[in-house]
Structures are given as structure tokens and as C-alpha cells.
């Protein structure tokens, strides 16, 4: 079978997609994929021998009416140029991942009668996954979301990379704790300014940071203030290495963060990016919260409030409880994904 799939622009949408997309090919199936053609999409991608197709559509909620209408053109547009590709390639079935490029794809698919099938990481419906769901065969759920029809809670699919490890790598130093601190593409600022502060009474630490493109040295420049050693990175070419490093991570709450990090057995003290659309990030957190692996630290809260929680992490031993986590949900989400669409279609 051929699928189209279909992600772009963040991580959160690309690196599901691509697991997926592996997951396909590793069954002899064929992907298609359709995309904007960003970076991070050649990034995720390049080692899949995959045609791909790139379309150009920005996104719609936060925009000026003008946007809006420009946005609503490059839709009506994309979707004859969509048209024209399923009827090139003949797709047996689309599979979006969510944002504003799914779209164009899923009206075409619904024009030409083609099976749409869906995935949202976090635990908020996002706008254009909100707007498909209705036409959607399965609605596959990275976190449990209530009252969506069609709907089969998978888990988040996650790189290969993030399922090849093993249980001796997970060394533990009993005399010093190791944390890893990342704040993501969009949300490192407060981290950057924060976490070493919230740090600098803290003596029993060893400390990896990835600050984010140009903001290592002023974040180095914060540790030494307050005679704290730490690696201090633009960014880290493998995430796996310094999580499974890690006693556990101060990170944001991006759904595929949180998925990747519980998935090594690794906790996680959750800041979620506060201005993030419908706050899933705070929504996410919670869940996370609620599965016993992580706390949470808003940034309303105070920096004392921070240092309160990563202190209760350290003092009661909770890093070492979060390494006992045995959930596969997110290692077996491309394969559960990828049975539940053969299964639909075989029954066609």
C-alpha cells in the first residue's frame, strides 16, 4: 500500500511522522510524504529513501484578517495542487500529524474518497486535527484526550533512536546527581535565566544545559556567576546520550519531549511554555504529573518555588522512582498506529 503522510515545520509534528513513516517501510509499504520543506523536515527524513512534496501555507489561529484570508487562498490552492498528486501517485490512504498543512491534504482526501486517518501528540485537540477529526476514520491519540469520536489512545511514535538502549547504559552516580536541562527551539529563554539560579545553592550536581542556537555562552557566563561547573551547549547532536546521562530533565512540556524522555525511564521537571496554544503544554504536564513521573513548575510561580521542587526531586529520592517506569506506550505507538490503518483497510 501507499500512504500519504503528512507533517511540518516543528519537531513535534516531523519526528512522529517520520517514525511512523519508518514503521511503513519497514513493512514493505510505501510513504509519500507532503511537507513545507523546512529544515527540520529534511532533517528528520534523510535517511528515508521517500518522494516527498512540499507545499507553502502558513498558519491561521493568532493571525491578522488579512492572514487569515491569505491563509484560506493558499488552502483553496493547495488543494488542486493535492488533487493532482493523489491522482499521480495513488495513495490508498493519508495520515496527518497535524497543523495547518493537513488541511488542504484532508479535503482532497475527502474529495477523492480516500481514507484520512489522524494523530495528535498532546493531550489538547489541535485546531486543524479538530477541524478533521469528523472526517477521520481513526483518531489516534498520543495522550488521552475525552470525548473524540473515533479515537484509540496509541502513545506518541518515537525516533529509533529513542527505543535502542539499553539497561547498563542507565549508570547511576551515588555521589553526584546528573541533570539535564533543555529548553526546546521556542521555549528556552526562561529556562536559560532561571535554572542556574534556582541551582546556585545546589553543591551534589553535575550539570549538561542545551541553551539553543547563540545563547551557550551567556548561559555559561550565568553558572560561573555562581561558581557552578556546567556543560553548556548550543545544542547536543544526540538528546539519548544526555538524557540516559541524566538522573532527570528540566525541560518544557512538548508533547514529544515528554514522551522521549519518560520512554529512556527518565522523570522530568516540567516548565511548560506558558504562552502555548490552549496551554496544552500545562495540559500535558498534568498528565505526566498523574503517571507519577514528573512535577511541575509554572512560570507565574516563584524562583523559590523551583528551587522547593528540584531540592523534593533530589532529597526524596523521586529521580530514582521515576527510573522504575516500565511504559512501552509510546515505543510500540508506530507499530499499534500501523496495525489499527491495515486493519481498517483490510475490513474495506
Same mark, same amino acid.
Given at each position: ?17 517520520? #517514525?511512523? =513513516? ?21 532533517? $528528520? ?11 507553502? !501555507?502558513?498558519?491561521?489561529?493568532? +493571525? =491578522?484578517?488579512?492572514?487569515? !484570508? ?5 488552502? !483553496? ?9 493523489? &491522482? ?34 498532546? *493531550? ?8 478533521? *477529526? ?7 491519540? /498520543? ?16 525516533? %529509533? ?5 539499553? %539497561? ?16 526546546? *527551539?521556542? /521555549?528556552?529563554?526562561?529556562?536559560? *535565566?532561571?535554572?542556574? !539560579? ?16 547563540? &545563547? ?7 553558572? $560561573? ?29 512538548? #508533547?514529544?519531549?515528554? =514522551? ?72 510500540? #505507538?508506530? +507499530? ?13
Amino acid at each position: 500500500m501507499k500512504f500519504m503522510v503528512v507533517a511540518a515545520k516543528t519537531g513535534g509534528h516531523v519526528y512522529p511522522a517520520q #517514525a511512523l =513513516s519508518n514503521e511503513i517501510i519497514s513493512n514493505d509499504h510505501e510513504v509519500i510524504f507532503i511537507g513545507t520543506g523546512s529544515n527540520i523536515e529534511k532533517i $528528520a527524513f534523510k535517511d528515508l529513501n521517500i518522494k516527498s512534496y512540499q507545499l507553502s !501555507i502558513e498558519g491561521f489561529r493568532g +493571525k =491578522s484578517i488579512f492572514k487569515k !484570508i491569505r491563509v484560506i487562498f493558499q488552502i !483553496i490552492v493547495n488543494i488542486f495542487k493535492v488533487l493532482n498528486i493523489l &491522482r499521480i501517485e495513488k495513495v490508498d490512504a493519508m495520515i496527518g500529524f497535524g497543523g495547518f498543512i493537513t488541511v488542504p491534504v484532508g479535503i482532497s482526501c475527502w474529495i477523492l474518497k480516500k481514507p484520512i486517518f489522524l494523530h495528535e501528540q498532546n *493531550s489538547v485537540l489541535g485546531s486543524a486535527n479538530k477541524l478533521l *477529526s469528523n472526517f477521520s476514520k481513526i483518531n489516534f491519540l /498520543g495522550m488521552p484526550i475525552k470525548n473524540i469520536e473515533n479515537s484509540i489512545i496509541t502513545g506518541n511514535p518515537i525516533r %529509533e533512536s529513542f527505543k535502542r538502549f539499553e %539497561e547498563n547504559e542507565m549508570t547511576v552516580d551515588d555521589h553526584k546527581i546528573n541533570i539535564y536541562i533543555t529548553g526546546g *527551539s521556542q /521555549g528556552a529563554e526562561y529556562i536559560n *535565566s532561571s535554572v542556574p !539560579i534556582a541551582l546556585k545553592n545546589f553543591s551534589n550536581i553535575n550539570i549538561k544545559h542545551q541553551s539553543g542556537s547563540g &545563547r551557550s555562552s551567556e548561559v555559561s557566563d550565568q553558572y $560561573a556567576k555562581y561558581n557552578l561547573q556546567a556543560e553548556v551547549r548550543d545544542f547536543y547532536d544526540d538528546p539519548v546520550e544526555q538524557i540516559l546521562w541524566s538522573d532527570f530533565v528540566i525541560s518544557r512540556s512538548g #508533547a514529544l519531549s515528554i =514522551s522521549e524522555i519518560t520512554s529512556l525511564k527518565r522523570g522530568v521537571l516540567m516548565i511548560p511554555l506558558s504562552n502555548s496554544i490552549d496551554n496544552h503544554q500545562l495540559e500535558n504536564a498534568k498528565l505526566i504529573f498523574d503517571q507519577k513521573m514528573g512535577l511541575i513548575h509554572e512560570q507565574k510561580e516563584s524562583l523559590e518555588s523551583l528551587t522547593a521542587k528540584i531540592k523534593t526531586i533530589i532529597d526524596n529520592d523521586l529521580y530514582k522512582d521515576w527510573k522504575k517506569n516500565n511504559s512501552k506506550i509510546h515505543i510500540n #505507538a508506530s +507499530k499499534k498506529i500501523l496495525d489499527n490503518i491495515n486493519h481498517y483497510l483490510s475490513r474495506k
